[in-house]
């Protein structure tokens, strides 16, 4: 998602930024800031009708429809926000409330965007990689069923306000009865939630009704030096056919903060199976040998240490 960077939260980190995400209400531990965003636009279809004996057609708008808001989110957030992202890996997601605002350099709050009955629709894990430098963000999609945008008031209280960045070679995979030590990556995948939108009637606002919920595929690199685990399950598995629920493996990919120990937040891997291993290719003469992994997982599990999913 171009231009957009690390987003902070108020009381446990903070990075510069023109935005903010307030869920229910104005309670400052609810408020997130924002280097960007992109969406919530509210905008109508032209319909065309026919007029007999006329050469044009006439043109007016249907009803108001409004684009999902896309936003930046450190793996470190607000227990709000963080209970409202998990919560929509599972069967019944929450509807939230609240607001994107715009302030400025003193942190004004100039212009507000209210939303109501908004569903998480995506949840972009970004590339995590053994060599990287860069902080990571986690970009989050949400659908709402109605935006106000109005003039806005007050101002956000940053008292609290600590730096605080994850880095994305900061990982760990783990996965049951395989050697994952030599895992140097984990190709950026994202969690989809498709979502319907219903009208509630004569007159009334349009309804979101969550349906189906996509776990994608891993694309995993690691060192073909110790990859002989892999390699066994995949000959198992794929080769012999021995692929029934029995076979499957669940494992986790843990978020760690700059110690490599404490543990940020995590995502537990449930029924996971192997669909192909093969040689990496590129890397030059020299460079060490790598294989790539692709694992299917029927359930994917968002936490926080001490939290829940």
Do not use: N, P, Q
């Given at each position: 998602m171009p231009g957009l960077s690390l987003a902070a939260n108020v009381g446990l980190g903070f990075a510069s930024g023109h935005f903010a995400l307030r869920l229910d209400g104005a309670n400052a531990a609810e408020l997130t800031l924002l280097s960007d965003y992109e969406g919530g636009d509210i905008h109508a279809d032209v319909i065309s009708m026919a007029e007999a004996g006329s050469p044009f057609a006439r043109k007016h708008l249907g009803p108001p429809k409004y684009d999902a808001f896309a936003i930046p989110v450190g793996i470190a957030m607000a227990p709000g926000l963080f209970g409202w992202i998990a919560g929509s890996w599972g069967a019944h997601p929450?509807?939230?409330?609240?607001?994107?605002?715009?302030v400025d350099a003193g942190f004004k709050v100039k212009t507000e965007a209210d939303f109501t009955g908004a569903l998480v629709v995506e949840t972009g894990i970004p590339a995590l990689d053994a060599a990287s430098k860069q902080a990571g963000y986690l970009t989050v999609r949400f659908q709402p069923e109605f935006i106000d945008v109005k003039p806005g008031a007050g101002k956000l209280s940053l008292a609290l306000a600590k730096q605080k960045l994850w880095r994305t070679s900061n990982f760990r995979l783990e996965i049951d009865g395989l050697?994952?030590?030599?895992?140097?990556?984990?190709?950026?995948?994202?969690?989809t939630r498709e979502v319907d939108l219903f009208s509630s009637g004569s007159g009334g606002r349009p309804v979101l009704v969550a349906g189906r919920l996509d776990f994608p595929n891993l694309r995993i690199t690691l060192a073909q030096a110790g990859s002989e685990t892999w390699a066994d399950w995949h000959e198992s598995f794929v080769v012999n056919g021995n692929n029934g629920d029995g076979f499957e493996r669940n494992g986790s990919i843990r978020f760690l903060s700059a110690d490599l120990k404490t543990e940020l937040s995590r995502i537990d891997l449930l029924h996971l199976g192997i669909i192909r291993l093969a040689q990496a290719t590129g890397g030059g003469s020299g460079a060490l040998a790598k294989m790539t992994a692709e694992l299917y997982c029927e359930q994917m599990v968002l936490s926080q240490p001490g939290g829940k999913p």
């Open positions: 929450e509807k939230r409330d609240g607001a994107v605002l715009g050697d994952c030590m030599k895992v140097s990556r984990i190709d950026a995948f994202t969690v």
